[in-house]
């Protein structure tokens, strides 16, 4: 027997020892199915699917009647429907297991990952979770996933910059965000759980990110963690240029890193400063004297400051576009301008496209990107004050200040080194 034949088997096998050794670790008392059945129901389901498809379907049948028995007659014990419920998913994974075993595998691990962190996810729902949080988690779904497929995907109004599902996308980032950012803190800390949403939140839009920490800022103690999350969304977006101007065009890369890093650098340096220094120096404590934050106030799910901030940006790109049509033709910096008022990256990569294909120099790209970076910042700093009023925003901008001035002055001197 050829090993490719009984690989499926044994795959089915592991998968039922893995399943049934949890349930039997996990549990003292009499379980309606140990590690043997699961190992053997695993490689039941293997067996019927190597006969026939309407062979699993029958076998799934007479598996889940077997546990229906089992767990009646186990029933004073109260044992529980989990132990029920993952003999027939080992049932699942062992049928599986015969045409994608990978995926078996990698099905049976998640599967034991949730089983082993019981003890977690049951604090998660019942401790950490308030009612008020998971209702507004079901509405956060439905603006993502109900109203959003909904919207026209096209170009609407003067300019083409009244994109329906576009702005949409961009409410469902700020209240996204914001709502990460709530859970957050409530599973990781007031600090940690903001700093590690502001990172994260950054690779999706450091713009909403900005926005959606000023508006935490106003309803904490201190804005200390929300305006190191807010900085450190401002790193993400450096990173992820580095990384998108690669893929683009490796020449303007190799010009553009050291700008960037150098910024980037500074950038870690001003917010651990605000993050460990500045906060503490200057009383932002809390109201009894402590420098811990508290659990945000209000509701997590905030949909009126989202659609506030969305029209600001809209305004800001409808503006660049305006005053970009009334200059005349727009060149590559004036159109990479623009379109960093609405997402760096954009102008960015437009930018470096340019070059990649010769139409530009690359000296001409670097000033673009430059160009849509500074605008991209504008709009984050207007974004700051409207969020989290004069304090947060002055904040931010002296945080922001020191990267961007290194990085214009690397710039500048790697333009002028041609």
């Known amino acids: 027997m050829a090993w490719q034949e009984i690989q499926p088997f044994l795959v089915a096998l592991a998968v039922g020892l893995l399943l049934g050794l949890e349930r039997e670790r996990s549990h003292s008392r009499k379980l309606p199915a140990g590690s043997r059945s699961f190992?053997?129901?695993?490689?039941?389901?293997?067996?019927?699917?190597?006969?026939?498809?309407?062979?699993?379907?029958?076998?799934?049948?007479?598996?889940?009647?077997?546990?229906t028995v089992a767990y009646l007659r186990a029933s004073g014990d109260d044992p529980g429907t989990t132990t029920a419920l993952a003999a027939l998913t080992a049932y699942v994974l062992g049928a599986l297991a015969y045409s994608r075993p990978a995926l078996s595998v990698a099905l049976a691990v998640i599967v034991a990952g949730l089983l082993v962190s019981k003890t977690r996810i049951h604090r998660f729902a019942r401790d950490i979770v308030s009612e008020v949080e998971l209702e507004d988690a079901i509405k956060f779904l439905a603006v993502a996933f109900v109203i959003l497929p909904?919207?026209?995907d096209r170009a609407l109004g003067p300019y083409g910059v009244l994109n329906p599902a576009k702005l949409w996308l961009l409410v469902v980032l700020l209240t996204g965000i914001g709502w990460l950012g709530y859970i957050g803190v409530r599973a990781l800390g007031p600090e940690r759980g903001l700093l590690i949403t502001g990172l994260a939140g950054g690779f999706i839009s450091a713009t909403a990110t900005t926005a959606s920490m000023g508006r935490l800022g106003r309803t904490t103690g201190s804005m200390r963690a929300p305006l190191a999350s807010a900085l450190l969304a401002s790193l993400a977006t450096l990173v992820q240029l580095l990384i998108v101007i690669g893929l683009i065009d490796i020449d303007v890369l190799r010009r553009l890193w050291l700008p960037v890093v150098a910024a980037a650098v500074v950038l870690i340096g001003v917010a651990a400063f605000f993050y460990w220094g500045a906060g503490r120096d200057q009383g932002d404590g809390?109201?009894?004297?402590?420098?811990?934050?508290?659990?945000?106030?209000?509701?997590?799910?905030?949909?009126?400051?989202?659609?506030?901030l969305a029209a600001v940006l809209t305004f800001a790109l409808l503006l660049g576009r305006w005053g970009g049509d009334v200059l005349g033709p727009q060149g590559t910096i004036l159109a990479a301008f623009a379109a960093g008022l609405a997402d760096a990256h954009a102008g960015a990569v437009?930018?470096?496209?340019?070059?990649?294909?010769?139409?530009?120099?690359?000296?001409?790209?670097?000033?673009?990107?430059?160009?849509?970076?500074?605008?991209?910042l504008l709009v984050k700093a207007i974004l700051a004050f409207v969020a989290g009023g004069r304090r947060f925003g002055f904040r931010f901008i002296a945080g922001m200040a020191p990267p961007a001035i290194v990085f214009g002055l690397v710039l500048t001197a790697t333009i002028s080194m041609r």
């Open 350 to 376: 437009a930018a470096a496209s340019l070059a990649a294909r010769g139409d530009v120099t690359a000296d001409t790209a670097l000033i673009a990107i430059g160009a849509a970076l500074g605008s991209n």
């Open 286 to 308: 809390t109201a009894d004297g402590s420098d811990e934050i508290s659990v945000p106030a209000g509701r997590p799910f905030a949909l009126r400051p989202a659609l506030i």
């Open 39 to 67: 190992a053997l129901l695993a490689l039941v389901g293997a067996v019927a699917a190597s006969i026939d498809p309407w062979a699993v379907t029958i076998g799934l049948a007479g598996v889940s009647a077997l546990m």
């Open 150 to 152: 909904l919207l026209p």
